[in-house]
């Protein structure tokens, strides 16, 4: 089995002499650095950092490695992050009535392609629920109607703290999530949105793009923000179509798209590749 490593995220005010102080307090501990990454906007003055270090390679553990990086943190004004990456995030999927996502993201994971634990799947629909039980998996069904919209939430919010998920995806949830959950979990919650936005926001957008005879049409994986279909971009994927195509030809490109974006994009975040500033991403490959 590979050794495992150790992740380090960072964004700091750009200034000189960063990755030197990094590199250097993890070689004089004989850090070995399998792959490393750094970015400087000039339009905001931010850096942005992410190494993999061999867990091996140091004589101490995550705490250790923590207590290595703290005073470069504090000196450079770093938001910092460092995980395991043999300790798989717990995520949580929530699904309406379309299975495709899910499916994709199911498969991913019972295949060890995608490692991460799944400790329940949420729904407002029970449609769903035979398929998910067949992988071993607790079903939630969590109805969504106008006069209980405030309590099928708090039900959400419990089932995120009781089951400690990490992350939340939104695999073709068809509710809109409550401003106040978004803002508990700020870049927690993902979202597959069918369309390349900010083109086509909210709903039907492949009818939407139908009428405008659009030529390319897509699908975006974002964090869930307050604001609808408007959070920090993780992902997007384009497909070509013409006057040729129906729009029930476009839902069916449209959700292979979906399924390939969705993936990309928790496969980014699951490997701490994802970086927030702002509304904006930095995305290291």
């Not at 089932?159 to 995806?169: H, K, N, S, Y």
């Amino acid at each position: 089995m590979a050794d495992h490593c150790y992740r380090l995220t960072l964004s700091c005010p750009d200034q000189v002499g960063i990755i030197a102080a990094v590199t250097d307090a993890l070689a004089e501990h004989g850090g070995w650095i399998t792959e490393a990454h750094q970015y400087a906007d000039a339009e905001s003055g931010w850096f942005f950092m992410r190494y993999e270090v061999r867990a091996s390679s140091l004589p101490f553990d995550l705490d250790g490695l923590r207590a290595l990086i703290a005073p470069l943190a504090e000196r450079f004004g770093m938001d910092w992050r460092l995980t395991d990456s043999q300790v798989p995030k717990r995520v949580l999927l929530m699904v309406s009535r379309q299975s495709h996502c899910l499916a994709d993201l199911l498969y991913r994971w019972r295949s060890g392609e995608l490692p991460f634990e799944i400790p329940c799947v949420v729904s407002n629909h029970e449609d769903l629920r035979g398929f998910v039980e067949w992988h071993g998996i607790p079903y939630h069904h969590v109805p969504v109607q106008p006069d209980n919209r405030e309590g099928a939430f708090a039900t959400l919010d419990e089932l995120i703290r009781d089951t400690a998920a990490d992350t939340v995806v939104l695999a073709r949830y068809m509710q809109i999530i409550p401003e106040r959950l978004c803002e508990r979990y700020p870049g927690r919650i993902i979202n597959i949105h069918h369309s390349f936005l900010p083109s086509f926001a909210g709903a039907r957008p492949y009818h939407q793009a139908a009428q405008r005879g659009v030529k390319l049409i897509g699908a975006t994986c974002h964090y869930a923000t307050a604001e609808l279909d408007a959070g920090p971009i993780i992902e997007q994927d384009v497909v070509r179509v013409n006057h040729h195509n129906t729009t029930e030809d476009m839902v069916r490109l449209g959700r292979d798209v979906e399924k390939m974006v969705l993936a990309r994009g928790l496969r980014f975040h699951l490997e701490d590749r994802v970086l927030i500033h702002g509304n904006k991403t930095i995305v290291f490959g």
